[in-house]
């Protein structure tokens, strides 16, 4: 699909003009027939109408490299919108990749790495395949990271800590401050990893970044990634924030180029801030719905500041996710120990109303 600059501006309009226009939008990118997919917390109003016309318009170019100079031009804007020098930023196919090496670089030859459990777990398989000893300590009661439990942890041999803020799957954040308090408390070899993939979502005041503290010297590499508020998942681009020796080591594990349609992508959403907000106005306010409605049917959720929620189906989740499955709609997988909870992706407004339609009809909760 190619769209002209007259169609950026109809998309634009139609994205702002409200749900109706918003949801048609979106569901002209879903196969026809297809399941409602509700498992991989995708931004389903993406990618950008800026980024759509950045890519289209690129689209004979797909036979030359990325320049340097492109990549730069990317590299500069994210360092200029943390108020950091370029040498602080390390971009990557997807957080994804970056993750994977920084499992490589601290888990190699037996480092070990601690890790909260449940958590995202792309990091921490790809270090227990080069090697790595995980230690992993279970969420508190509210399902948060249990950082005093995570520091009591660290001995000669931890070489990193992964504190993805907010977690996947429970949904969870912590305040930024106890973030802090917890890089600065730990011992000098120590690197913090801290995975903000899912930080534009998270309700006013409750969390915030901590990239600042990469310019401050600070043993720590936050992760962001365009898969999530910029609706991009499929043009595979994220990057990373790390102290110069730190981010320079991370790039030298990574193991792939950029990707010349997700540089070009990434730069026009970054300046799409309309696209931005309505998207967060939209998914805040779908999660509303969804945990007043589990409210509503007496079910357990962890407190969500994702584009997810995680909820106690008050029965096994191989059941729960069976019974979707049936009425179209595919859920998240399991995590244990929490074997009757699922993971929901805040799709569309119709996509969520399917999803407390088919809760309806399970009869699950009250
Ligand atoms: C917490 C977290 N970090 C990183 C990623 C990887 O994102 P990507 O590789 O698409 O940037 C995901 C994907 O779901 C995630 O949930």
């Not at 690197?191 to 930080?199: G, H, L, N, P």
């Not at 189906?313 to 049936?326: D, H, I, K, V």
């Given at each position: 699909m190619t769209l002209s600059r007259r169609d950026l501006l109809a998309a634009s309009a139609a994205?702002?003009?409200?749900?109706?226009?918003?949801q048609r939008a979106a569901a002209r990118e879903q196969p026809a027939g297809g399941p409602i997919v509700l498992c991989w917390n995708e931004n389903p109003y993406g990618p950008s109408p800026a980024a759509r016309v950045a890519v289209s318009e690129s689209i004979a170019q797909g036979c030359r490299y990325p320049s340097d100079e492109e990549l730069a031009?990317?590299?500069?804007?994210?360092?200029?919108?943390?108020?950091?020098?370029?040498?602080?930023?390390?971009?990557?196919t997807g957080s994804g990749e970056l993750l994977c090496a920084l499992g490589l670089l601290y888990g190699r030859d037996g480092g070990e790495i601690i890790a909260?459990?449940?958590?995202?777990?792309?990091?921490?398989?790809?270090?227990?395949?080069?090697?790595?000893?995980?230690?992993?300590?279970?969420?508190?009661a509210q399902l948060r990271h249990?950082?005093?439990?995570?520091?009591?942890?660290?001995?000669?041999?931890?070489?990193?800590?992964?504190?993805?803020?907010?977690?996947?799957?429970?949904?969870?954040?912590?305040?930024?401050?106890?973030?802090?308090?917890?890089v600065r408390s730990l011992p000098a070899p120590?690197?913090?990893?801290?995975?903000?993939?899912?930080?534009?979502?998270?309700a006013t005041g409750a969390s915030g970044s901590v990239a600042d503290l990469a310019g401050s010297g600070a043993r720590v590499v936050v992760l962001r990634t365009f898969s999530k508020i910029h609706g991009m998942a499929g043009l595979r681009c994220g990057y990373a924030i790390a102290p110069p020796q730190i981010a320079a080591d991370l790039a030298g594990a990574r193991m792939s180029t950029a990707n010349l349609y997700a540089v070009r992508a990434a730069r026009a959403s970054l300046g799409d801030s309309q696209f931005l907000i309505a998207c967060r106005q939209r998914i805040l306010a779908s999660r509303a719905r969804i945990t007043a409605e589990l409210s509503r049917r007496k079910l357990r959720y962890a407190e969500p500041q994702g584009n997810f929620v995680f909820?106690?189906?008050?029965?096994?989740?191989?059941?729960?996710?069976?019974?979707?499955?049936?009425?179209?709609i595919l859920v998240g997988r399991l995590f244990p120990p929490f074997d009757t909870w699922c993971r929901i992706t805040i799709g569309t407004e119709p996509e969520v109303t399917a999803f407390l339609g088919a809760l309806q009809q399970i009869g699950a909760g009250a």
């Open positions: 994205l702002l003009a409200g749900p109706g226009a918003l031009a990317l590299t500069g804007m994210l360092a200029a919108r943390e108020g950091l020098s370029a040498d602080h930023i390390v971009t990557g909260a459990q449940p958590t995202y777990q792309e990091l921490t398989h790809y270090a227990e395949r080069a090697g790595a000893v995980l230690r992993w300590l279970p969420v508190d249990d950082l005093p439990a995570m520091h009591a942890a660290v001995g000669a041999r931890t070489r990193a800590v992964y504190v993805c803020n907010p977690n996947n799957p429970t949904g969870t954040v912590l305040p930024a401050a106890q973030i802090r308090d917890f120590v690197v913090v990893i801290v995975d903000e993939a899912y930080m534009d979502f998270v909820f106690d189906t008050g029965m096994p989740l191989e059941r729960f996710s069976a019974l979707m499955r049936e009425r179209g």
